[in-house]
């Protein structure tokens, strides 16, 4: 799973730029000249960064490449449209009733249904779940947390402070493993345990082992499974006629969207995902805008399915990034949104909607390294409709580094999340949380630097790094960027992150593999995949003995090997924004000369 449009890596995420908006100011746009506008040309989140010049979205999506799309916008509380784009499967065109995985996408509807159950029960955001739970219990804490961690609120805000980042998913012809054995990391999980790693209530972390929690919760206490419980509480109630909280039957998977790796199907075909709140929901574009409306409508204190208590749950923020189930982003005011985005093996999708007004967008894609080209779709859509905040590109400014940018170079602790740290390389400034989450940051014409992505906007004064209209963060001597211990996990072992690489120079890492032929998926990455998390580049298999760059968050590894032997697996990262590489090689005979 992945969540880069929110930038939820980078807790220094700042308020968007915002502009003058009210209902009665929003354009006038058919859907008809909204779509030809998406499909003449796509915006850049920065104008002037060199970027090739615009396409539109046909050509950008074979540039990905990507086989499907499907994308619905409402506009003014009332769906305004929705398309499907390409191919859910060879031959088999997207249309709006196409079913995605949704990703991390299930803990948001999820959280709509949680507490409605919540509410109903009488169980409050705040009460300790662990006397509710029948079929397992956390580990005593020796001390005990000074905060309640096991509580609804810490859960769904991802403020508890557990490890366990996400889940690769499971093959639908294996077995797979219980709530009790995900939450303990014991086979067949394919993950580790989900445990402490930080205390209750010091900020965000985001956790799928978290969400995991609750479905335990929702099945335990309300003695039904959780596709039940979220059918009657959630999906039913909002007419949410194209979702579902387990996979498809064999006999009705023509409806369903088939998974990629480029325009490839994913070999084995869609991960099953008994994670449920976390990764299993199958849904629509029309169905997630539906919910999203639906909580629109009940914050404005307007009829809704969806109860006043839990629309000021899912827009009020808990932490940093935060509300209960969803993100929070834009600030505050007139472009505020909350969402969520999704990525399982094959699917990504995005989900935002508008506080303070009834427009929003969902997109879904049934293939993978689609972030850059659906914060194209967001920001082009901004601009069409005049969304505060996504309306237009940020204009930059000259990127000569002023003489005091060397006085910005250091390690800032935030209130929440993990430490930021801002590096010069090649005379530019660059943002990082970890070796390999390398951030360009572009000096716009307002003074303050972002991302390609548009975010987050800082500020450099003498007291430190501003975010937003925060104060400033003080600085810290600049530290060597450090690297826990790396794990290769796929196919050939389960998914578990059970094979350490052995660390044989700074940054430079070895492992020895005994592989059988034929095609394998891996990926790289720390115990919870919380600070690492190192992936492929392209569906294109790795070529023996030649270097691959790599990317960060997201796409897995694919290997063809010819025969079955022994291998080695060399890894680089250097301390600088250079790609992490790998290098697999047979291990019969001499390695190449580096």
């Known amino acids: ?93 997207v ?91 014991l086979p067949p999980a394919n993950t580790g345990p989900v445990r402490p790693v930080q205390p209750a209530g010091q900020g965000f972390r985001y956790s799928g082992g978290g969400s995991t929690i609750v479905q335990l919760w929702v099945e335990d206490f309300g003695g039904e499974s959780f596709a039940t419980q979220m059918q009657q509480s959630v999906l039913q109630p909002l007419g949410l006629v194209n979702s579902q909280f387990e996979p498809p039957a064999r006999a009705d998977e023509a409806r369903f969207a088939m998974s990629h790796q480029g325009r490839e199907p994913q070999p ?153 740290q801002v590096r010069l390389h090649g005379a530019a400034l660059w943002l990082t949380t970890g070796a390999g989450s390398w951030q360009r940051l572009w000096r716009t014409e307002a003074g303050a630097y972002a991302t390609e992505f548009g975010q987050p906007l800082l500020r450099f004064t003498a007291q430190g790094v501003q975010a937003g209209d925060e104060a400033p963060l003080p600085r810290q001597a600049l530290a060597p960027l450090r690297w826990p211990a790396v794990y290769l996990r796929g196919s050939l072992n389960n998914w578990q992150p059970t094979q350490a690489l052995q660390a044989i120079g700074p940054g430079r890492w070895r492992l020895a593999l005994d592989l059988p032929g034929g095609r394998h998926e891996f990926k790289l990455g720390d115990a919870d995949w919380q600070a690492v998390d190192l992936g492929g580049t392209s569906n294109a298999a790795i070529s023996l003995g030649a270097w691959t760059r790599l990317r960060t968050r997201g796409g897995n590894l694919v290997l063809d090997i010819p025969s079955s032997g022994r291998y080695q697996l060399e890894l680089e990262v250097s301390d600088s924004p250079r790609p992490p590489r790998l290098r697999l090689s047979s291990a019969a005979g001499p390695m190449p000369r580096r």
């Open 95 to 185: 249309t709006p009733e196409t079913r995605f995985q949704a990703g991390s996408i299930s803990k948001a509807v999820a959280a709509l249904g949680v507490l409605a159950l919540a509410e109903s029960r009488g169980v409050g955001l705040d009460d300790d779940l662990r006397p509710m739970l029948k079929r397992w219990q956390p580990a005593i804490e020796t001390p005990a947390p000074d905060a309640p961690r096991y509580t609804l609120r810490r859960l769904l805000s991802h403020s508890a402070g557990l490890g366990q980042h996400g889940f690769p998913g499971y093959s639908r012809d294996g077995v797979l493993p219980t709530l009790a054995q995900i939450l303990d990391g």
């Open 268 to 420: 084995g075909g869609a991960r099953v995902y008994p994670e449920r709140q976390a990764a299993g929901l199958w849904s629509t574009p029309t169905d997630i805008a539906t919910a999203l409306m639906a909580v629109q409508r009940a914050a404005a204190g307007q009829p809704s399915p969806v109860s006043a208590a839990t629309a000021r749950a899912v827009t009020t923020a808990q932490t940093a990034v935060t509300s209960l189930g969803f993100f929070i982003d834009g600030g505050k005011g007139p472009a505020q949104r909350f969402g969520h985005n999704g990525s399982n093996q094959g699917f990504e999708s995005l989900a935002t909607a508008f506080v303070n007004q009834g427009d929003g967008v969902v997109i879904m894609a049934n293939g993978q390294n689609t972030w850059a080209l659906m914060e194209a779709l967001l920001r082009t859509l901004g601009r069409i409709y005049q969304w505060p905040g996504l309306a237009a590109p940020l204009a930059l400014a000259d990127q000569t580094l002023p003489p005091e940018a060397v006085r910005w170079v250091g390690t800032y602790e935030p209130r929440q999340g993990p430490a930021q």
């Open 1 to 93: 799973m992945g969540l880069r449009a929110w930038a939820v890596s980078s807790v220094l995420s700042a308020l968007l730029l915002s502009g003058a908006s009210g209902q009665d100011k929003l354009p006038v746009v058919t859907p008809e000249q909204a779509i030809a506008e998406l499909r003449r040309t796509l915006d850049a989140p920065l104008r002037g960064t060199g970027q090739p010049a615009p396409a539109g979205l046909t050509a950008r999506m074979q540039q990905v490449p990507l086989r499907g799309l499907s994308i619905a916008v409402f506009h003014q509380g009332k769906l305004h449209w929705a398309q499907g784009f390409g191919e859910a499967r060879a031959g088999v065109p």
